[in-house]
């Protein structure tokens, strides 16, 4: 069983940057591909950016290209998600996510672990 603990997430001003994490646990964490994903109030949840195993290949959401950025340390089972330049339309409930195969994908049916989310709200 693969365990995932987010964090960082909280209130911040436009503009502002913003790190969140996630920590894994249960599995070797350097065969995972991993992602986060949000869910607006009221929304389907939707694809953030995703990261393959080795770290090599990654992808994001054309709404967070150039402001947010994802990286992982193999040695600390963590995945981070950096956010800068926030705007008030990233305030979402942020989830981290874990696949097996270790590739990374931008479905969220791909993955099957996730965490139980952290909030992020921006205000303006």
């Known amino acids: 069983q693969v365990q995932l603990v987010e964090s960082g997430g909280g209130l911040v001003q436009a503009g502002d940057s913003l790190r969140v994490s996630c920590v894994v646990s249960?599995?070797?964490?350097?065969?995972?591909?991993m992602a986060w994903f949000r869910q607006h109030a009221g929304k389907e949840r939707e694809f953030v950016a995703a990261i393959s195993s080795s770290g090599g290949d990654i992808a994001y959401a054309d709404s967070v290209k150039g402001r947010f950025s994802i990286s992982r340390d193999n040695v600390k089972n963590t995945v981070y998600l950096q956010m800068n330049s926030l705007k008030r339309e990233d305030t979402a409930v942020y989830y981290c996510?874990?696949?097996?195969?270790?590739?990374?994908?931008?479905?969220?049916?791909?993955?099957?672990?996730w965490g139980q989310g952290t909030q992020v709200t921006v205000s303006s």
């Open positions: 996510a874990a696949d097996l195969s270790g590739f990374r994908y931008r479905s969220e049916d791909a993955y099957e672990y």
């Open positions: 249960g599995r070797t964490f350097r065969t995972l591909g």
